[in-house]
């Protein structure tokens, strides 16, 4: 019997878990329409694609610990982070960096991955809608949005 070590076990995993999570950035932009009516994409103050004032800004959105946006709009005044829920910022706070592909696992199932990431079947963020086909692909687009 062939014996695969941990390592190069792990390895491999990661590697397939990957080449699964990778995107089409192009298929992306035309899925964004769902994702702008509550999220807009600025930097700077500059409106690179237009969107909602409801969610936060998503430049930058890839690398970014969840819940610390500060740039919420609400018309022209910049809101602080108060517009996350408490689960939200906890979910940060206990090391929720977002990727790329953990943005496409929360798009699929926003409270499904708050709640299964914080281990609380009561959390809940203020998104509720689900991309049910192309996920992989938003979350690629929204890797082209930053420094």
Known sequence: ???????????????????????????GEQLYNRCSSCHAIIKDGDVLVKGGITGPN?????????????????????LPIGMFTDDMIRAGQEGLVWSEENIAAYSRDPIGFIRDYL????????????LKKGAEDVAAYLATFGD
């Open 119 to 130: 281990q609380d079947e009561t959390a809940r963020p203020n998104m509720s809608v689900k």
């Open 1 to 27: 019997m062939f014996k695969i070590p941990a390592a190069m076990a792990l390895f491999l995993l990661l590697i397939s878990s990957q080449a699964i999570a990778a995107g089409d950035p192009m298929k």
């Open 58 to 78: 998503l430049y930058g959105v890839v690398g970014r610990v969840a819940g610390t946006e500060y740039d919420y709009l609400n018309g022209s005044e910049r």
